[in-house]
Protein backbone atom coordinates (compact mmCIF):
# COMPACT_ATOMS: atom_id res chain seq x y z
CA UNK A 1 0.00 0.00 0.00
CA UNK A 2 2.59 2.28 -0.95
CA UNK A 3 1.88 6.07 -0.60
CA UNK A 4 -1.20 5.21 1.79
CA UNK A 5 -1.33 5.33 5.90
CA UNK A 6 0.05 1.82 7.17
CA UNK A 7 -2.95 1.70 9.52
CA UNK A 8 -4.62 0.11 6.35
CA UNK A 9 -3.93 -3.52 5.70
CA UNK A 10 -5.06 -3.60 2.09
CA UNK A 11 -7.11 -1.52 -0.27
CA UNK A 12 -10.59 -3.08 0.64
CA UNK A 13 -9.46 -2.30 4.63
CA UNK A 14 -8.73 1.39 3.48
CA UNK A 15 -11.96 2.10 1.50
CA UNK A 16 -14.50 0.18 4.37
CA UNK A 17 -12.17 1.84 7.20
CA UNK A 18 -12.55 5.62 5.68
CA UNK A 19 -15.94 5.10 5.16
CA UNK A 20 -16.91 4.40 8.67
CA UNK A 21 -14.76 7.07 9.95
CA UNK A 22 -16.24 9.64 7.57
CA UNK A 23 -19.31 8.98 8.38
CA UNK A 24 -20.33 6.34 11.56
CA UNK A 25 -17.31 7.88 13.90
CA UNK A 26 -18.59 11.38 12.68
CA UNK A 27 -15.04 12.45 11.10
CA UNK A 28 -16.39 14.18 8.60
CA UNK A 29 -13.64 16.45 8.62
CA UNK A 30 -11.15 13.97 7.68
CA UNK A 31 -13.13 14.47 3.71
CA UNK A 32 -10.10 17.39 3.66
CA UNK A 33 -7.13 14.65 3.81
CA UNK A 34 -9.36 11.71 2.40
CA UNK A 35 -10.59 13.58 -0.53
CA UNK A 36 -9.31 15.35 -3.33
CA UNK A 37 -9.77 19.55 -3.19
CA UNK A 38 -11.38 18.98 -6.50
CA UNK A 39 -12.57 15.95 -6.78
CA UNK A 40 -15.81 14.97 -8.95
CA UNK A 41 -18.64 13.04 -7.76
CA UNK A 42 -21.03 11.80 -10.09
CA UNK A 43 -24.26 10.23 -9.02
CA UNK A 44 -27.38 9.84 -11.19
CA UNK A 45 -28.72 12.76 -9.53
CA UNK A 46 -26.39 14.78 -10.28
CA UNK A 47 -22.74 16.29 -10.57
CA UNK A 48 -20.56 17.55 -7.88
CA UNK A 49 -17.44 19.10 -7.91
CA UNK A 50 -14.88 19.68 -5.41
CA UNK A 51 -14.53 18.44 -1.32
CA UNK A 52 -16.61 21.57 0.03
CA UNK A 53 -19.57 20.64 -1.43
CA UNK A 54 -19.22 16.67 -0.51
CA UNK A 55 -18.28 17.66 2.89
CA UNK A 56 -21.71 19.82 3.06
CA UNK A 57 -23.75 17.09 1.70
CA UNK A 58 -22.41 15.04 3.96
CA UNK A 59 -23.27 16.98 7.12
CA UNK A 60 -27.02 17.34 5.24
CA UNK A 61 -27.18 13.92 5.28
CA UNK A 62 -26.04 12.94 8.73
CA UNK A 63 -28.46 15.73 9.86
CA UNK A 64 -31.93 14.12 8.44
CA UNK A 65 -30.41 10.67 9.19
CA UNK A 66 -28.44 10.90 12.32
CA UNK A 67 -27.78 6.96 12.93
CA UNK A 68 -27.02 5.99 9.81
CA UNK A 69 -24.55 3.27 9.14
CA UNK A 70 -22.84 2.39 6.67
CA UNK A 71 -22.15 -1.78 6.37
CA UNK A 72 -19.44 -2.96 3.43
CA UNK A 73 -20.50 -6.15 1.90
CA UNK A 74 -17.96 -6.02 -0.97
CA UNK A 75 -14.80 -4.19 -2.22
CA UNK A 76 -13.91 -5.28 -5.94
CA UNK A 77 -11.34 -3.55 -7.13
CA UNK A 78 -8.36 -3.04 -9.63
CA UNK A 79 -5.27 -1.03 -9.77
CA UNK A 80 -1.83 -0.68 -8.12
CA UNK A 81 -0.94 1.31 -5.13
CA UNK A 82 1.73 3.22 -7.63
CA UNK A 83 -0.86 4.00 -10.39
CA UNK A 84 -4.13 4.25 -8.75
CA UNK A 85 -6.30 1.80 -7.60
CA UNK A 86 -10.66 1.79 -8.55
CA UNK A 87 -12.70 0.95 -5.68
CA UNK A 88 -16.10 -0.94 -6.60
CA UNK A 89 -17.64 -0.60 -2.87
CA UNK A 90 -21.14 -2.73 -2.47
CA UNK A 91 -22.54 -1.23 0.86
CA UNK A 92 -25.57 -1.79 2.89
CA UNK A 93 -26.80 1.15 5.06
CA UNK A 94 -29.25 1.49 7.74
CA UNK A 95 -31.26 4.65 8.72
CA UNK A 96 -34.24 6.31 10.48
CA UNK A 97 -36.00 9.60 9.30
CA UNK A 98 -35.71 11.87 12.14
CA UNK A 99 -34.53 15.44 10.82
CA UNK A 100 -36.09 17.54 8.21
CA UNK A 101 -34.46 17.29 4.31
CA UNK A 102 -34.20 16.53 1.07
CA UNK A 103 -36.42 13.67 2.31
CA UNK A 104 -38.95 15.93 3.22
CA UNK A 105 -40.13 16.35 6.74
CA UNK A 106 -39.51 14.11 9.32
CA UNK A 107 -41.33 10.99 9.47
CA UNK A 108 -39.42 8.36 11.52
CA UNK A 109 -39.31 5.99 9.34
CA UNK A 110 -36.45 3.35 9.45
CA UNK A 111 -34.69 2.59 6.14
CA UNK A 112 -32.27 -0.78 4.71
CA UNK A 113 -31.22 -0.10 1.40
CA UNK A 114 -27.43 -0.66 -1.11
CA UNK A 115 -25.18 1.75 -2.56
CA UNK A 116 -22.26 1.03 -5.08
CA UNK A 117 -19.96 3.49 -5.25
CA UNK A 118 -16.73 3.54 -7.73
CA UNK A 119 -13.83 5.04 -6.20
CA UNK A 120 -10.40 6.05 -7.78
CA UNK A 121 -7.64 6.24 -5.37
CA UNK A 122 -4.12 7.22 -5.07
CA UNK A 123 -1.36 8.82 -2.21
CA UNK A 124 -4.43 8.04 0.55
CA UNK A 125 -6.62 10.50 -0.92
CA UNK A 126 -9.50 9.82 -3.82
CA UNK A 127 -10.04 11.71 -6.52
CA UNK A 128 -12.85 10.44 -8.70
CA UNK A 129 -16.43 8.71 -7.95
CA UNK A 130 -19.56 7.39 -9.23
CA UNK A 131 -22.18 6.84 -6.71
CA UNK A 132 -25.53 5.02 -7.12
CA UNK A 133 -27.90 4.94 -4.05
CA UNK A 134 -30.89 2.82 -4.20
CA UNK A 135 -33.28 5.72 -4.29
CA UNK A 136 -36.21 3.94 -5.43
CA UNK A 137 -35.87 1.76 -1.71
CA UNK A 138 -35.30 4.83 0.22
CA UNK A 139 -38.58 6.91 -1.34
CA UNK A 140 -40.63 3.71 -1.36
CA UNK A 141 -39.50 3.04 2.76
CA UNK A 142 -40.82 6.50 3.24
CA UNK A 143 -44.47 6.20 1.61
CA UNK A 144 -43.10 7.41 -1.87
CA UNK A 145 -43.38 6.05 -5.58
CA UNK A 146 -40.02 7.21 -7.10
CA UNK A 147 -42.23 9.01 -9.66
CA UNK A 148 -44.08 10.96 -7.02
CA UNK A 149 -40.94 11.61 -5.53
CA UNK A 150 -39.40 13.16 -8.43
CA UNK A 151 -41.95 15.58 -9.25
CA UNK A 152 -42.04 16.55 -5.83
CA UNK A 153 -38.25 17.11 -5.60
CA UNK A 154 -38.46 18.97 -9.21
CA UNK A 155 -41.05 21.57 -7.30
CA UNK A 156 -39.12 21.69 -4.11
CA UNK A 157 -35.98 22.25 -5.95
CA UNK A 158 -37.45 25.57 -8.12
CA UNK A 159 -39.32 23.87 -10.97
CA UNK A 160 -37.81 22.77 -14.16
CA UNK A 161 -35.64 25.57 -14.96
CA UNK A 162 -33.89 25.77 -11.55
CA UNK A 163 -33.98 22.37 -10.35
CA UNK A 164 -30.54 19.90 -9.94
CA UNK A 165 -30.22 18.69 -13.46
CA UNK A 166 -29.56 14.48 -13.35
CA UNK A 167 -26.06 13.33 -14.46
CA UNK A 168 -25.88 13.21 -18.45
CA UNK A 169 -22.68 13.01 -20.63
CA UNK A 170 -24.05 16.85 -21.11
CA UNK A 171 -22.73 18.07 -17.61
CA UNK A 172 -20.02 15.06 -16.65
CA UNK A 173 -16.66 16.96 -15.61
CA UNK A 174 -13.49 15.39 -16.64
CA UNK A 175 -11.43 13.42 -14.08
CA UNK A 176 -8.29 11.93 -13.16
CA UNK A 177 -9.00 8.45 -13.61
CA UNK A 178 -8.79 7.45 -17.17
CA UNK A 179 -8.65 3.69 -16.46
CA UNK A 180 -11.21 0.73 -17.36
CA UNK A 181 -10.43 -1.81 -15.11
CA UNK A 182 -8.98 -5.12 -15.84
CA UNK A 183 -8.88 -8.08 -17.87
CA UNK A 184 -9.81 -11.11 -15.40
CA UNK A 185 -11.68 -13.58 -16.91
CA UNK A 186 -14.45 -13.21 -14.42
CA UNK A 187 -14.63 -9.50 -15.49
CA UNK A 188 -14.80 -10.66 -18.64
CA UNK A 189 -17.66 -13.44 -18.48
CA UNK A 190 -20.14 -11.07 -16.38
CA UNK A 191 -19.63 -8.34 -19.29
CA UNK A 192 -20.29 -10.84 -21.55
CA UNK A 193 -24.12 -12.25 -20.01
CA UNK A 194 -25.03 -8.66 -19.44
CA UNK A 195 -24.31 -7.74 -23.13
CA UNK A 196 -26.32 -10.73 -24.52
CA UNK A 197 -28.91 -10.01 -22.02
CA UNK A 198 -28.79 -6.24 -23.51
CA UNK A 199 -28.78 -7.60 -26.95
CA UNK A 200 -32.22 -9.83 -26.10
CA UNK A 201 -30.75 -12.96 -25.88
CA UNK A 202 -32.52 -14.13 -22.86
CA UNK A 203 -31.92 -17.66 -23.33
CA UNK A 204 -28.26 -16.40 -21.43
CA UNK A 205 -30.18 -16.20 -18.02
CA UNK A 206 -30.82 -19.79 -17.98
CA UNK A 207 -27.88 -20.90 -19.40
CA UNK A 208 -25.26 -18.42 -17.49
CA UNK A 209 -27.08 -18.27 -13.93
CA UNK A 210 -27.62 -20.69 -11.48
CA UNK A 211 -31.45 -21.73 -10.61
CA UNK A 212 -30.85 -20.97 -7.31
CA UNK A 213 -29.49 -17.66 -7.86
CA UNK A 214 -30.23 -14.82 -5.37
CA UNK A 215 -30.69 -11.47 -6.99
CA UNK A 216 -30.66 -8.03 -5.00
CA UNK A 217 -32.22 -4.89 -7.65
CA UNK A 218 -33.26 -1.32 -6.96
CA UNK A 219 -36.20 -0.34 -5.28
CA UNK A 220 -34.96 -3.27 -2.60
CA UNK A 221 -36.22 -6.19 -4.52
CA UNK A 222 -34.84 -9.66 -3.56
CA UNK A 223 -35.67 -12.29 -6.06
CA UNK A 224 -34.37 -16.16 -6.04
CA UNK A 225 -34.53 -18.35 -9.31
CA UNK A 226 -34.44 -17.06 -13.05
CA UNK A 227 -37.71 -15.56 -12.98
CA UNK A 228 -36.64 -12.14 -11.10
CA UNK A 229 -33.86 -12.11 -13.04
CA UNK A 230 -35.77 -12.27 -16.41
CA UNK A 231 -38.37 -9.72 -15.18
CA UNK A 232 -35.55 -7.50 -13.89
CA UNK A 233 -33.21 -7.38 -17.37
CA UNK A 234 -36.35 -7.91 -19.41
CA UNK A 235 -38.31 -4.58 -17.74
CA UNK A 236 -35.25 -2.24 -18.06
CA UNK A 237 -34.60 -2.82 -21.61
CA UNK A 238 -38.32 -2.81 -22.89
CA UNK A 239 -38.11 1.03 -21.79
CA UNK A 240 -35.72 1.94 -23.66
CA UNK A 241 -35.25 -1.40 -26.56
CA UNK A 242 -33.00 1.12 -28.88
CA UNK A 243 -30.95 2.93 -26.07
CA UNK A 244 -27.20 2.35 -26.65
CA UNK A 245 -25.81 -0.18 -23.67
CA UNK A 246 -22.02 0.69 -22.75
CA UNK A 247 -19.64 -0.98 -19.96
CA UNK A 248 -17.24 1.82 -18.70
CA UNK A 249 -15.62 0.15 -16.53
CA UNK A 250 -14.92 -4.08 -15.44
CA UNK A 251 -13.33 -5.67 -13.18
CA UNK A 252 -13.02 -9.12 -12.40
CA UNK A 253 -11.17 -10.73 -9.15
CA UNK A 254 -9.91 -14.25 -7.69
CA UNK A 255 -9.63 -13.60 -4.02
CA UNK A 256 -9.09 -16.08 -0.79
CA UNK A 257 -11.99 -16.87 0.95
CA UNK A 258 -14.15 -15.38 -1.50
CA UNK A 259 -16.21 -16.40 -4.50
CA UNK A 260 -15.19 -15.26 -7.89
CA UNK A 261 -16.68 -12.39 -8.55
CA UNK A 262 -17.08 -9.03 -10.74
CA UNK A 263 -17.94 -5.55 -10.91
CA UNK A 264 -19.15 -3.79 -14.27
CA UNK A 265 -20.49 0.45 -14.17
CA UNK A 266 -22.34 0.57 -17.68
CA UNK A 267 -25.21 3.34 -19.61
CA UNK A 268 -28.04 2.90 -21.23
CA UNK A 269 -28.08 5.67 -23.01
CA UNK A 270 -31.28 6.73 -25.51
CA UNK A 271 -35.27 7.22 -26.29
CA UNK A 272 -38.15 6.16 -23.67
CA UNK A 273 -40.07 4.87 -26.39
CA UNK A 274 -41.01 1.31 -25.37
CA UNK A 275 -43.35 -0.30 -22.79
CA UNK A 276 -41.56 -1.24 -19.29
CA UNK A 277 -41.49 -0.38 -16.04
CA UNK A 278 -41.06 3.41 -16.83
CA UNK A 279 -44.48 2.85 -17.94
CA UNK A 280 -46.33 4.58 -21.41
CA UNK A 281 -43.36 5.58 -23.79
CA UNK A 282 -42.66 9.07 -23.70
CA UNK A 283 -39.74 9.53 -26.24
CA UNK A 284 -37.66 11.53 -23.47
CA UNK A 285 -33.89 10.90 -23.82
CA UNK A 286 -32.99 9.41 -20.45
CA UNK A 287 -29.60 8.41 -19.52
CA UNK A 288 -28.94 5.37 -16.80
CA UNK A 289 -26.32 5.05 -14.75
CA UNK A 290 -25.96 1.12 -13.54
CA UNK A 291 -23.61 -0.51 -11.49
CA UNK A 292 -23.25 -4.16 -11.14
CA UNK A 293 -21.91 -6.63 -8.81
CA UNK A 294 -21.59 -10.36 -9.35
CA UNK A 295 -20.56 -13.90 -7.89
CA UNK A 296 -19.60 -16.96 -9.24
CA UNK A 297 -20.06 -20.42 -8.13
CA UNK A 298 -20.04 -23.98 -9.70
CA UNK A 299 -23.41 -23.85 -11.42
CA UNK A 300 -23.00 -19.95 -12.47
CA UNK A 301 -23.95 -16.82 -11.32
CA UNK A 302 -25.20 -17.45 -7.75
CA UNK A 303 -25.66 -13.79 -6.46
CA UNK A 304 -26.51 -10.61 -8.62
CA UNK A 305 -26.63 -7.20 -7.23
CA UNK A 306 -27.47 -4.39 -9.56
CA UNK A 307 -28.53 -0.66 -9.06
CA UNK A 308 -29.27 2.29 -10.76
CA UNK A 309 -31.53 5.52 -9.69
CA UNK A 310 -35.10 4.99 -10.40
CA UNK A 311 -36.04 8.54 -9.27
CA UNK A 312 -33.11 10.25 -11.25
CA UNK A 313 -35.09 8.51 -14.15
CA UNK A 314 -38.19 9.68 -13.91
CA UNK A 315 -36.78 13.08 -13.07
CA UNK A 316 -35.25 13.04 -16.88
CA UNK A 317 -38.74 11.88 -17.99
CA UNK A 318 -40.49 14.24 -16.37
CA UNK A 319 -38.56 17.27 -17.29
CA UNK A 320 -38.92 16.57 -21.12
CA UNK A 321 -42.84 15.95 -20.59
CA UNK A 322 -43.26 19.07 -19.13
CA UNK A 323 -45.47 16.50 -16.58
CA UNK A 324 -44.39 18.20 -13.23
Same mark, same amino acid.
Request: hydrophobic fraction near 35%; include cysteine.
Given at each position: ?? !????????????????????W? *?????????????????????????? %???? $?G??????????? #????? =???? @?????E????? /????????????????????????????????????????? =????????? $?? #??? !?? =??????????????G??????????? %? *????????? !????E @?????? *? $?L???? %?????????????A???????????? /?????????????????????????????? *???????????????????? @? !?????????????????????????? #? #? =?????????? @???????????
Amino acid at each position: MK !GFDSKFKDFPDYIIGITKEIWE *DRGIATLHDYYAPDIVVRSPASVVVG %NQDV $IGATMATLAEFPD #RTLLG =EDVI @WSGTPEEGMLS /SHRLFSTATHLGDGVYGKATGNKLAYRIIADCHAINNQIND =EWLIRDQGA $IV #RQM !GW =EPKDYASDLIAREGGPERCVKPFTPA %N *DKPGPYKGN !GNDNE @WGQKYA *D $ILTRIM %NADMTAIESEYDRAVQSEYPGGATGH /SWGPVDRFWMGLRASFPNATFTIHHQIGRD *DPLMPPRAALRWTLHGKHDG @W !GVFGVPTGAEVYVLGASHAEFGPWGL #R #R =EFTLFDETAI @WKQILLQTGEV
